[in-house]
């Protein structure tokens, strides 16, 4: 049973470009879970995913920042016109039912780096 | 409002001493807690967990977290540390208004020297 996946690992964009941030969750999981993590600083939390649902997006900027997880293929994260304040680790988690009981399963992450 | 607190951003230790790594938490209610490992450019791995019952919590690579509701703690422990357990080190806590968010300390770099 393959992990949760990110890709890509690494992504570099100039200033005022689209990133794009694919999830596949582990099998069997419906629930997606987005984290931001600044250099030096800990996770936190910016959306909450079920297939075709957003069920909290509490953490997401109010602009630029949007997510999706379709009925099929990966969950996205995407930022519109990048800026410098944007380079971080973006790591996706999944679960299998949104319970708090439940271990999330972290990917490997994204690095994205804003010139 | 609930939040996490890990007091020591760095420490330093021994290979083969003890290891003990705080957290503190503020919440409201019963308290669902992880200890999360994160190796240089990976993911994170949970280590272990605590939503109920023996407040003493073994997990994966010899770890162990002993939740104390009176002092608001989940300290995790270790016997005899590996230089292989130079990570940093998340404690996190299950968010009481969304089901499955997680809050996370700032982390605690841990380094093992010889």
């Known amino acids: 049973n393959a992990g949760v996946m990110q890709n890509p690992r690494h992504l570099v964009r100039r200033r005022g470009q689209e990133a794009r941030l694919r999830c596949s969750p582990m099998k069997g999981h419906s629930h997606v879970y987005w984290y931001r993590q600044l250099p030096e600083e800990g996770l936190k939390f910016m959306v909450y995913l079920q297939k075709e649902n957003i069920i909290d997006e509490s953490g997401m900027p109010k602009e630029r920042f949007s997510a999706e997880f379709p009925k099929e293929g990966p969950s996205i994260l995407r930022i519109q016109q990048v800026v410098r304040g944007d380079s971080a680790a973006y790591f996706c988690?999944?679960?299998?039912?949104?319970?708090?009981?439940?271990?999330?399963?972290f990917g490997p992450g994204t690095r994205l780096l804003v010139l | 409002a609930q939040s996490v607190t890990q007091p020591d951003i760095h420490i330093t230790v021994s290979e083969g001493a003890s290891l003990e790594l705080r957290c503190n938490y503020s919440y409201g209610a019963t308290p669902y807690l992880f200890w999360y490992v994160q190796s240089p450019g990976q993911g994170l791995q949970l280590l272990l967990k605590y939503f109920s019952g023996d407040t003493l919590v073994q997990g994966i690579k010899g770890f162990e977290a002993e939740f104390k509701r009176s002092q608001s703690s989940f300290n995790l422990r270790k016997p005899s540390v590996h230089w292989s357990d130079a990570a940093e080190y998340f404690c996190a806590v299950g968010a009481t208004d969304s089901w499955g968010k997680l809050q996370f300390g700032a982390g605690t770099q841990v380094v093992v020297t010889p």
């Open positions: 988690a999944s679960s299998p039912n949104g319970n708090r009981q439940e271990t999330q399963y």
